[in-house]
């Protein structure tokens, strides 16, 4: 791939320099960009696999992303807000300081305390980073989830986390539908009795049925006092938990912390995005994921930033509303998905050619890998050829980027589909299968070597589990379940997932949770998920179904898709499910992955002697035949 050379501005080389030489050091040394209420008296306590850092400082995230900034930024917009229905709201750092003290004394006067978990579930509207820092403020630990889950899923994150409060919103916004947020979470918390009160914000004033829990977010912040003093926390209190699809049928609550985990998101935001005072940065996603906690939250306040948060779809109403959004506000930094790329190149370049985009002047991407194409055109038609793009690969549970070209550091040559190299203070190496480095250009195991501030405390709960997933396969590097290649430059390039964790539209989604749901179906016998390319959600599923003896397929697809809508949500909802009467297993049992993945990508299908039954492979390939062609047909059932 042809490299481009495109000047980022800036050369430090001390950084990197006082980086390899002392990591630890390094790190305390950026955590010093932060306001402690007290200092620290160890940077660093590693007892592998868990790494406390900052022990003995005391900090508060909503002091560090709030009050800071009173001084001398109160009455610069923190937020402007895009309703999908063309509504705007600027927040300034004074309004949200004052909201989110209001919102943390409502807490409190429900009995919310330091180390109680609370659950929100609303839109992207501004009450939801108000929760956040209101929870962040008094030391309530958030968990946020996103607004497309089904009732079932928000039933088991809440009951994991035991959340006695609850946030949510009468409807959403999306695609100009109203989502019936409320009625959703009146499902999920019927049955557990421990959840205390719904706090409900009107959004939409779609009519909802409020019981004896339920309070209205205004009532309740109605006489408050806006002033509630920021809670001193250790720097490893939780901050909030994120659960996110592993390889289990359960999603695992990824745990962060409070002072490394700023003083990561302090650190990467200043260097990957060269963050000024006069930008106005723009992230897509979803606060509901970890890129909308950590890069629409924390790191741009921390920063004193101006954000916009838009609430809707990205082509609604019509295919312009990105480059509307950009133009409207000026915005600099633009920071988004491949697929939203994909679909938005889709469209053609003729809608964003007409809109003015010139006061973009840093571009960035997230979450999957980004097709050279793509890259290309976001570089020529958005970027008009002069705005660098950074290609970020990190995780829920890295907390913040890992590998990122940094314009606010570094001049580096950028190379399309490339992340370049991992930040300062890291170190990530590929390695084979026994754990030994590959050579340059070698596809292998993408590990991180050492404990870093923005990583996670561990899984909720469950601290077996965290050694198990992350530093089981090799002794002190934590996997990351990445396959990536180091090239003969040392620039990075990441190559998809080792295990079976699908990335639809950027979100991960674990095959064994949704084959759990579809084998719970009472005339489901067995079934098998795995993804395939699509052109602009980088992976679709397929779910592969052998009902039990007796039951015909008749509408059984219509009833799996409801039962995977109602179970998990609409975003697990398999592109085609197929009615296959075995599948292929090894003389074990166990399915035979590896097979589906190839025949699904067209591949050869290698090695095949442990294999039980050829006859499924056969029945499989056909059923993919018949599937291209299908495909070809049918219009698309999410
Ligand atoms: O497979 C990698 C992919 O997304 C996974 C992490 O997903 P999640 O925890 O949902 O976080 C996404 C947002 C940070 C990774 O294991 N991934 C993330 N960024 C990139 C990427 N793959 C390729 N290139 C990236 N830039």
């Not at 895009?82 to 300034?92: A, D, K, R, V, Y």
């Not at 980027?401 to 570094?410: C, F, K, R, T, V």
Request: hydrophobic share 40%; glycine share 8%; aromatic share 10%.
């Amino acid at each position: 791939m042809s490299e481009i050379n495109i000047g980022l501005g800036n050369n430090d080389t001390k950084t990197r320099r006082e980086a390899e030489t002392d990591f630890v050091a390094f790190w305390a040394k950026q955590a010093k960009n932060l306001s402690w209420f007290s200092n620290w008296e160890k940077t660093l306590d590693w007892h592998p696999p868990f790494a406390r850092w900052f022990m003995g400082g005391t900090i508060n995230a909503s002091y560090n992303t709030l009050d800071v900034h009173q001084q001398n930024k109160a009455n610069k917009p923190s937020i402007l807000w895009e309703g999908e229905n063309g509504e705007s709201q600027i927040l300034t750092y004074k309004d949200m300081w004052i909201q989110v003290q209001k919102f943390a004394n409502s807490l409190k006067s429900l009995g919310v305390k330091k180390g109680d978990r609370v659950t929100i579930y609303l839109p992207m509207i501004p009450e939801l980073p108000i929760s956040m820092l209101a929870c962040a403020r008094i030391g309530a630990t958030h968990t946020v989830i996103f607004s497309g889950f089904s009732a079932a899923s928000i039933k088991d994150r809440i009951n994991d986390s035991k959340s006695r409060i609850v946030i949510t919103s009468d409807g959403g916004y999306r695609r100009g539908n109203i989502i019936h947020l409320k009625e959703i979470i009146d499902e999920s918390i019927k049955d557990l009795d421990f959840v205390q009160n719904v706090i409900v914000v009107e959004r939409t004033k779609n009519k909802i049925h409020l019981s004896s829990k339920d309070i209205l977010w205004n009532e309740l912040m109605h006489n408050v006092s806006d002033t509630c003093p920021a809670e001193p926390l250790d720097s490893n209190h939780p901050l909030y938990i994120l659960y996110t699809s592993g390889t289990t049928g359960k999603p695992k609550g990824v745990l962060h912390g409070t002072g490394g985990y700023l003083t990561h998101l302090h650190s990467t935001f200043k260097w990957a995005f060269d963050i000024k005072d006069s930008d106005v940065f723009f992230c897509t996603a979803d606060i509901g994921w970890v890129t909308g906690h950590s890069y629409v939250v924390y790191g741009p306040l921390l920063h004193g930033a101006t954000l916009v948060m838009y609430e809707g779809a990205p082509d609604f109403p019509d295919e312009s509303r990105m480059w509307q959004i950009i133009q409207k506000y000026k915005v600099t930094i633009f920071y988004t998905t491949p697929t939203a790329l994909r679909m938005l190149m889709k469209f053609g370049d003729d809608i964003p050619n007409s809109f003015d985009l010139l006061s973009l002047r840093l571009l960035g991407s997230v979450g999957e890998p980004i097709n050279p194409e793509v890259w290309k055109w976001y570089f020529k038609i958005i970027g008009k050829e002069k705005c660098p793009i950074i290609d970020t690969w990190w995780q829920t549970e890295t907390g913040g980027l890992m590998i990122s070209a940094l314009p606010g550091l570094e001049t580096i040559p950028l190379k399309p589909g490339s992340g370049t190299r991992p930040i300062p203070g890291v170190i990530i190496a590929i390695v084979d299968e026994v754990g030994n480095d590959v050579p340059p250009n070698t596809k292998g195991y993408l590990v991180i070597r050492n404990p870093w501030p923005g990583m996670l405390l561990t899984l909720w709960g469950d601290d077996q589990k965290y050694r198990d997933v992350y530093w089981s396969k090799y002794p002190n590097s934590y996997y990351a379940g990445d396959y990536a290649l180091q090239d003969a430059d040392g620039y990075f390039w990441l190559l998809g997932r080792t295990d079976d964790v699908l990335k639809v539209s950027g979100h991960r989604i674990g095959t064994a949770e949704l084959e759990s749901c579809i084998v719970s179906h009472h005339n489901v016998a067995e079934s098998a998920v795995c993804g395939i390319p699509d052109v602009i959600k980088g992976e679709a599923i397929i779910a592969f179904v052998v009902l039990k003896q007796s039951v015909t397929s008749n509408n059984m697809d219509k009833e799996l898709l409801q039962k995977i809508r109602d179970d998990i949500g609409a975003i697990a909802t398999p592109k085609q499910i197929y009615f296959v009467t075995k599948l292929p297993k090894t003389r074990s049992g166990k399915i035979m992955r590896r097979l589906l993945k190839a025949i699904a990508n067209g591949e050869t299908i290698g090695d095949v002697t442990t294999l039980e039954d050829g006859a499924a492979v056969t029945e499989i390939q056909s059923a993919f035949k018949e599937l291209q062609k299908s495909i070809q047909k049918k219009s698309d059932l999410t």
